[in-house]
């Protein structure tokens, strides 16, 4: 009975590598308030100044890249603090304001959708709609860049702008087709 129980330990370690997932650290970009701090003038990546920004974090994730990448930008984030004052539970502007992100891989074209059908702004988050969904624009190319950056041809996108309102059309013209990286001869 001991033997067979060796041999098969022996058997699962060696079969392990061969089942196992691949976990990788990469740094996700993320739309972040910065309500609650004194960082409320900080020139963003869009070119205005707002109480927001677009920070890196590292994640370690696995699964499909870049989608599970792309959907990792819609993660729950709780800045750490030094300080007692700072109570704010939640940073991450498409948590906080209800936005979802779909990324699809078809035909070797990343669709990326964010969904702003329960698109709510807390009272705290002094933002327009159009502003959130242009730093998550943002932050998606940023993540994508990162991850582009070590491939060898270039990664099409279609960004589209789904479940606005007759209120937010203008969001649905923010939606794009681009190409993230190197693209010139060698």
């Known amino acids: ?11 699962l370690t ?8 691949t976990i990788m650290v990469v740094p996700v970009y993320e ?23 677009v920070m890196a974090r590292p994640m370690a994730l696995s699964g499909a890249f870049p ?13 750490p603090s030094n300080n007692e004052n700072y109570k704010v539970r939640e940073a991450n ?5 209800g936005i979802t992100i779909e990324p699809v891989m078809r035909e070797g074209v990343l669709h990326i959708a964010l969904d702003v ?4 702004i807390p009272a705290e988050v002094d933002l327009t709609s159009k502003q959130i969904v242009k730093l998550t624009i943002v932050a998606i190319r940023k993540t994508l860049e990162n991850y582009q950056a070590g491939q060898d041809s270039p990664l099409e996108v279609m960004l589209s702008i789904t479940g606005t309102s007759e209120k937010q059309t203008s969001l649905a013209e923010l939606g794009a087709e681009f190409s993230i990286g190197d693209q010139s001869p060698e």
């Open 93 to 97: 502007l498409l948590v906080l304001c």
């Open 14 to 21: 060696a079969i392990s590598p061969v089942l196992g997932t």
């Open 31 to 53: 739309p972040l308030s910065l309500h609650g701090t004194d960082g409320d003038e900080a020139i963003s990546d869009t070119g205005e100044a707002l109480q927001a920004c």
């Open 117 to 120: 059908t329960n698109l709510s």
């Open 1 to 11: 009975m001991k033997i067979i129980f060796t041999m098969m330990s022996i058997l």
């Open 67 to 79: 989608e599970d990448l792309i959907a990792a930008i819609r993660s729950p984030h709780l800045l």
